[in-house]
């Protein structure tokens, strides 16, 4: 549904995905979500306590990305998929 990540470098290997809870979404990321609630941005929302029940009961999750240097940032969606020499792994 949504991502943000800082500084995108090229050459960036991702060391660790951790899923979080949609509350700690909105917490850490209230100012970023009012910003862009004009735009629909993750989506059409009145409240934070609306957006909120509305994630959660669509199924959506938080992934927080941590990487070697760049690229750290996160996720917002219902799945994810990494794929490891042609392997591919879900969660």
Request: charged share 20%; aromatic share 14%.
């Amino acid at each position: 549904m949504a991502h943000c990540f800082e500084d995108e470098i090229n050459g960036s290997v991702i060391l660790d995905i951790q899923e979080s809870n949609i509350s700690s979404f909105i917490l850490y990321n209230s100012e970023l979500i009012l910003s862009k609630k004009n735009k629909h941005w993750p989506c059409f929302f009145n409240t934070l306590d609306e957006l909120d029940k509305n994630l959660k009961k669509e199924g959506y999750r938080y992934f927080l990305i941590t990487a070697s240097y760049g690229f750290n940032g996160w996720i917002l969606s219902k799945q994810y998929n990494v794929v490891d020499h042609g392997r591919m792994h879900q969660s």
